[in-house]
């Protein structure tokens, strides 16, 4: 591997891998010289796609992220294959529209339930494993969470999802202040409108209203915000833990 960001030998556990952002980083990392185990949940016939163009220093496993219990055996099998574990990147994520205005509170309390399961608790019981592992063998490590947009301005229709992503952006800000001293730095990458599955249904219904709000002009891509994760990856943003980057085109400016 040439250039300023070089991966070689670095070890990562990336979550939802299959498609979107977290197929789009995978390349990344791998671009950059990392090994790389990544989750799927649905989506196998993309997670071998992802595995077989990429080759080598990539290896996809199942996971299942709202059942807790199966989280300390996903790092251990990527500490077993891997070697050891470097990054670990919390990108999984699940959205479903949750308005206030609903009728039922019981379906109200099962998405915030669904949601805080993936999009939060899993995100930090697996950092808390990774970061038992970077201690154990001495060597530091890095948290990146995927948070969003979301986490810092507010939903009208989706509530649980944004504020299971400013907890997440919390989280951060708690693993870098409180991890330090092991040598862990802890990041959040917050992107806009991206253009992935998740994102679909929004985009074809309302494309164009969608980048009338994007200063820049387009709608985001899975590459936008890839870029960044394989940055935050490398030693060179050590210094800036905490940090929470926003990805979207300028659409919301703190």
């Known amino acids: 591997m040439t250039g300023l960001l070089d991966l ?3 070890r990562v556990l990336l979550t939802g891998g299959s498609q979107g ?6 390349r990344a990392l791998h671009k950059a010289g990392a090994s790389i185990i990544f989750t799927y949940r649905s989506r196998d016939d993309l997670a071998k796609s992802l595995c077989a163009e990429l080759g080598s220093r990539v290896e996809m496993t199942y996971a299942d992220l709202a059942n807790a219990a199966s ?3 996903l790092v251990e099998t990527c500490v077993r294959s891997l070697g050891g574990l ?3 990147v919390n990108n999984a994520g699940i959205f479903a529209e949750n308005p206030f205005t609903g009728d039922d509170l019981a379906l109200w309390r099962r998405g ?6 993936v999009n939060l608790f899993a ?3 697996l950092a808390w494993l990774a970061m038992h592992e970077m201690r154990r063998a001495a060597t530091g490590g890095r948290i990146i969470n995927v948070a969003s947009r979301a986490g810092h301005r507010g939903e009208l229709t989706f509530a649980d999802y944004g504020a299971s992503k400013a907890a997440l952006i919390n989280l951060t ?3 870098a202040r409180g991890c330090a001293r092991d040598g862990i730095v802890a990041f ?3 992107p806009g409108f991206i253009a992935t599955e998740m994102a679909a249904d929004a985009i074809a219904e309302a494309g164009p209203e969608i980048t009338a709000e994007i200063p820049s002009g387009r709608i985001g891509l899975p590459s936008d915000v890839a870029g960044v994760i394989a940055f935050l990856a490398s030693p060179l943003a050590q210094y800036a833990t905490g940090t929470t980057i926003d990805v979207n085109g300028a659409s919301y400016v703190r």
């Open 8 to 10: 070689t030998g670095v």
């Open 21 to 26: 952002i977290g197929a789009a980083s995978v």
């Open 71 to 73: 989280l300390p055996a």
């Open 86 to 88: 470097d990054v670990l």
């Open 112 to 117: 915030w339930q669904q949601t805080f399961a």
């Open 123 to 125: 995100a930090a019981d």
């Open 173 to 175: 800000k708690s693993i």
């Open 188 to 190: 959040s990458v917050a």
